[in-house]
């Protein structure tokens, strides 16, 4: 899927049965081509893990807003040198990171 460049998964209610995509967020390896992420309003937990700005090298949207992510923002967002808009509102991120990592 390396040419792979929008994926949302956002207000999913799966089958009608109000399950929620849950557990932590999934490997986007090899999406290399991806410029939008959306996971928002799901029940995704758990560490933004360190690499997964690297896996995202075109990302110019990263919607992940109400979930349950927790920990510090991963500092290779300032790979992200695309990248247009990121809201990450209504999780439990607890580190503050300076904005000079996004130049």
Do not use: W
Not at 40 to 59: C, I, M, Y
Not at 78 to 96: D, K, P, Q, V, W
Request: aromatic letters at 10%; proline letters at 4%; charged letters at 15%.
């Amino acid at each position: 899927m390396t040419f792979l460049r929008d994926v949302r998964f956002d207000n999913n209610n799966l089958n009608e049965s109000d399950n929620q995509l849950s557990g932590e967020i999934p490997s986007l390896d090899n999406m290399t081509s991806l410029r939008v992420v959306e996971f928002g309003f799901n029940n995704l937990n758990g560490r933004l893990p360190n690499d997964f700005f690297n896996q995202l090298p075109q990302l110019e949207y990263c919607i992940l807003n109400n979930n349950q992510f927790e920990g510090s923002i991963p500092r290779s967002i300032g790979n992200c040198t695309s990248l247009i808009h990121i809201y990450l509102a209504s999780n439990f991120l607890t580190e503050s990171f300076s904005l000079n990592i996004l130049k």
